[in-house]
């Protein structure tokens, strides 16, 4: 059993910061890779980053210098820090861990973004 625990979501103006933070407990084992996707209303759920077990990472066009993911192996802690947020950014926030091919996800963590 995996459990992904999102936090640091919440309401920020144009331009402004945030820290997400995801923590990993349970069974963590075999990971493939671990990221960060979102969904806004209306749409599909969509890659913001990722981060592979040997941590190379990919970013979403629209994020790129932006955002950034890191982690923290010994805490089981995964973090997307966004900067220069702006109001196409506003979504639910996952975390994603992909383990031995399965992928968990956690609860979201929403982020507004006011113009």
């Known amino acids: 059993q995996v459990r992904l625990v999102e936090s640091g979501g919440g309401l920020v103006q144009a331009g402004g910061s945030l820290r997400l933070s995801c923590a990993a407990a349970g069974s963590i084992f075999s990971i493939n890779g671990m990221g960060w996707y979102r969904q806004a209303p209306g749409k599909q759920r969509e890659l913001v980053a990722v981060?592979?077990?040997?941590?190379?990472?990919i970013y979403a066009d629209s994020v790129k210098g932006r955002f950034t993911v890191s982690r923290d192996n010994a805490k089981n802690l995964l973090y997307l820090q966004m900067n220069n947020l702006n109001a196409e950014d506003t979504a639910v926030y996952y975390c994603?861990?992909?383990?031995?091919?399965?992928?968990?996800w956690g609860q979201g963590t929403q982020v507004t973004v006011s113009s």
């Open positions: 994603n861990y992909r383990m031995a091919g399965k992928d968990y």
């Open positions: 981060m592979s077990s040997a941590g190379s990472t």
